[in-house]
T-cell receptor, first 112, second 117 residues
Framework: SQQGEEDPQALSIQEGENATMNCSYKTSINNLQWYRQNSGRGLVHLILIRSNEREKHSGRLRVTLDTSKKSSSLLITASRAADTASYFCATDKETSGSRLTFGEGTQLTVNP | DTAVSQTPKYLVTQMGNDKSIKCEQNLGHDTMYWYKQDSKKFLKIMFSYNNKELIINETVPNRFSPKSPDKAHLNLHINSLELGDSAVYFC????????????????FGEGSRLTVL
């Protein structure tokens, strides 16, 4: 089974609205990371949250982590058309470090 | 200056052929990876090298052979290509990790789209 499942699979919003994406995982982690992938491009790291952290901010991004529920959320505030991309969560599992296991991603479309 | 660069960006070939994808990083990182992204955008790790040493091999067929001549380069050679090998292959690197250590931020290349006809 997959470590890191995201919902929704697709999200379409208007510019200026907030976008929330969720990620669930199955095993204990060292950290959880969020990445963005624009169409036809490589993944770009957005934010890393450690297992002992509950919330982290970076610009318009806010990430929360609930280790008791094994879930994380990524909030993008005041979205822009340029935020249109696929967003992936990735977990670094405690039992098998040195690798990230990616979720299936959420396709975010921000309409101008 | 591109941090992680892969070549070629596109590769179209016939079944049964052998092909290679090259990757170089200029970030001074010790660890490099190959990931495969399928048509549904699912990313799966294939290999990881730390300082030229193979540390992860995720039950990838023997037809796939990674080679790391030095810690800045990780190439992927694929023998006897099959239709199911069609995918986007991503190279990535991260800072100085060893097996069992925490994985930090990954830096990805732009991907190499392989199409097997």
């Amino acid at each position: 089974s997959q470590q890191g499942e995201e919902d929704p699979q697709a999200l379409s919003i208007q510019e200026g609205e907030n976008a929330t994406m969720n990620c669930s995982y199955k095993t204990s982690i060292n950290n959880l990371q969020w990445y963005r992938q624009n169409s036809g491009r490589g993944l770009v790291h957005l934010i890393l949250i450690r297992s002992n952290e509950r919330e982290k901010h970076s610009g318009r991004l806010r990430v929360t982590l609930d280790t008791s529920k094994k879930s994380s959320s990524l909030l993008i505030t005041a979205s822009r058309a340029a935020d249109t991309a696929s967003y992936f969560c990735a977990t670094d599992k405690e039992t098998s470090g040195s690798r990230l296991t990616f979720g299936e991603g959420t396709q975010l479309t921000v309409n101008p | 200056d591109t941090a992680v660069s892969q070549t070629p960006k596109y590769l179209v070939t016939q079944m049964g052929n052998d092909k290679s994808i090259k990757c170089e990083q200029n970030l001074g990182h010790d660890t490099m990876y190959w990931y495969k992204q399928d048509s549904k955008k699912f990313l799966k790790i294939m290999f990881s090298y730390n300082n030229k040493e193979l540390i992860i091999n995720e039950t990838v067929p023997n037809r796939f052979s990674p080679k790391s001549p030095d810690k800045a380069h990780l190439n992927l050679h694929i023998n006897s290509l099959e239709l199911g090998d069609s995918a986007v292959y991503f190279c990535a690197s991260s800072q100085g990790l060893r097996v069992g250590f925490v994985t930090g931020e990954l830096f990805f290349g732009e991907g190499s789209r392989l199409t097997v006809l």
